[in-house]
């Protein structure tokens, strides 16, 4: 069951807060992290699209209850204290793993730590 429109907004915007875009990095979704991610839920990690969407629904769900609209509509200060209720899940460590697996692999991640990517 591939994630919704909504759900997409959602993990990027919660992706963005995992690593936010900044004056020395171009932070999780314009570095193609979070779409190497949606890509692999598609692939490899397919058998995690349902625990993927249930958490992005309930991050959404809250969001609607404490603030009135969807994470992704949300500031930055109250997308932050929203993930900040995730943290101690399982599945919230495995998502910002995720996403920082495919940031430092990714071209911006890569020049970050020194590595000179060609082509």
Not at 60 to 68: P, R
């Amino acid at each position: 069951m591939p994630l919704t429109p909504q759900q997409i907004a959602t993990l990027n915007a919660a992706a963005d807060r995992i690593i936010p875009p900044d004056d020395e990095s171009p932070g999780a979704v314009a570095s193609g992290a979070a779409a190497r991610l949606l890509a692999m839920l598609d692939g490899d990690l397919s058998v995690m699209q349902r625990d993927y969407a249930a958490f992005l629904t309930q991050l959404d769900l809250e969001a609607q209850v404490a603030f009135g609209a969807p994470f992704a509509e949300l500031d930055a200060e109250r997308q932050d204290a929203l993930l900040s209720t995730f943290q101690p899940s399982a599945f919230f460590r495995l998502f910002a793993e995720h996403v920082h697996e495919h940031f430092w692999s990714s071209k911006a991640g890569m020049r970050l730590v020194g590595f000179e990517v060609r082509g």
